[in-house]
């Protein structure tokens, strides 16, 4: 009697392989390689240097307008940024919370609240100046209204988006109302929530440059100003500059509290 044929051998699966994270001066490549070209292209003459100064230009700038209380407007700016942030981004999170929880709420308010959403920037400011002057709860007022969407719709697409199975352990656990916000729902919506946030950042900078230029006297939005009564491309193109700066400065930031407060993620990014 013949033996039975023999079991393949399955191949025992080794160790995975885990991709090795990018150098970090990756992403400085592109940004060097367009400051050389910009400064190449205007040493050739190929960009006229009295409508887009080089950037060996544009760092003697910097260094001048150290010396003339650069650094007052940079913490002017940053203190307009991040106090309307904060109440924009509260108010936010309350009602995104609101309506996120309630469909009732979310029937009332936020037909209202998208449609405000696509109103811009700009439109905010004569009815701002009528009701609050050109002093500084106006600028308050337009960078806190450019951060309150984002994190609202953050807030609030985050709760909805739960995983409903999610929702239904809890319940058969027996948690009730407050124990489950606090510990299935807000956790699972925190991924969205810090995405809202950290859009909202970046809008109240840029609702920040549209409040500066309300009759403000400090600030790199009236650095912007100044440079262009004046003529000046070097200085509008510096004040453009410190604020791409502080913008990924204050968006990293957020990125490494992201990191530290969601390690729990296991996600791709997370995947090392």
Do not use: C
């Amino acid at each position: 009697m013949a033996a039975p044929p023999a079991a393949p051998q399955l191949p025992v699966p080794g160790p995975r392989s885990t991709p090795r994270p990018p150098p970090r001066w990756l992403g400085a490549t592109l940004p060097a390689a367009f400051l050389l070209g910009l400064e190449l292209a205007v040493r050739w003459g190929w960009v006229p240097a009295h409508l887009l100064p080089p950037p060996s230009e544009i760092a003697r700038t910097l260094l001048e307008l150290a010396g003339q209380g650069l650094a007052a407007h940079v913490l002017v700016s940053t203190a307009r940024v991040i106090t309307g942030f904060v109440a924009g981004a509260g108010l936010a999170i309350a009602l995104g919370v609101w309506v996120g929880l309630s469909r009732r709420t979310e029937a009332l308010l936020d037909p209202t609240f998208q449609a405000l959403r696509a109103i811009p920037s700009l439109a905010w400011v004569p009815l701002l100046l009528l009701w609050l002057g050109i002093d500084e709860g106006a600028k308050l007022a337009l960078i806190a209204i450019g951060a309150f969407f984002p994190v609202y719709m953050g807030v609030a697409s985050g709760l909805r988006d739960v995983d409903r199975k999610l929702v239904e352990v809890a319940e058969m656990a027996g948690l009730g109302p407050l124990a489950m916000a606090r510990r299935v729902l807000l956790p699972a919506a925190l991924p969205a929530v810090w995405t809202g946030l950290r859009n909202g950042l970046s809008l109240a900078w840029m609702f920040m440059v549209a409040a500066e230029l309300i009759a403000a006297t400090r600030g790199l939005g009236y650095l912007l100003t100044d440079g262009r009564e004046t003529g000046r491309a070097d200085i509008v193109l510096a004040a453009i500059v410190l604020l791409a700066l502080m913008g990924k400065l204050t968006d990293s930031g957020m990125q490494v509290l992201e990191n530290r407060w969601l390690s729990w993620r296991d996600t791709m990014a997370t995947r090392r």
